[in-house]
């Protein structure tokens, strides 16, 4: 037997494993609340401009300024497993309107064929879900375009769910605001993405 300390264990089912009498075991009910703190402190942060406050500490500057109210905003939560879940349950307790998107359609959960139409109005976009052959590269140009451009999109899943591309561009677009992206799986984008040096961007692992 094998314990394995995340949630996912796809980067280690190699075939001679797969093959072996082998027991694998995984972190399945130790993450869910800790990231689901994780991302409501990140939809704090950003609505309430932390970075902005402490630029203006270090700058020894004292200027008001109005910032977001996060309570009648909207999140899609992309993902309806445990850690998509505790995620809507946590930021529907700050007031977020949450809209929990899954594989398919069922009680309180929307079906990914409904994700295009909620995108539009969503001020929070969240991927959570495990990374699949068929969901890997799944917000795409045309997912990130359908999103308005204050939208912020959070990735507490892995990082294929959007190619490195697709990642640059809502940064670099003219005229709107960048889209802060954050990682659990850092380690597999390289350092020409610019999430370090652009406002309101960040990529770390948790």
Sequence with gaps: MGPYRERGVDRLLCPEL???????????????????EYVAGLVIAMAKDFHGSW???RQRR?????????AGTRAVVVGAGPIGRAIGST???LGVVVDLVGRTARQGVRGGDELPELLPSADWVVSAAPLTDANRGMFDRTVFDRMKPSARFINVG?????????LRRPWSRGGSPARPWTSSNTSRWPRTIPCGTCP????RPI
């Design 18 to 36: 797969v093959a072996s009498d082998t027991v694998l075991t995984n972190a399945r009910g130790v993450f869910e609340q800790p990231i689901a």
């Design 55 to 57: 630029e203006l500490q």
């Design 62 to 70: 004292w200027q008001h300024r109005e910032t977001m109210r996060l």
């Design 91 to 93: 930021l529907a307790a």
């Design 158 to 166: 892995r990082g294929p769910w959007s190619s490195r591309r697709t």
């Design 200 to 203: 309101g961007c960040s990529s």
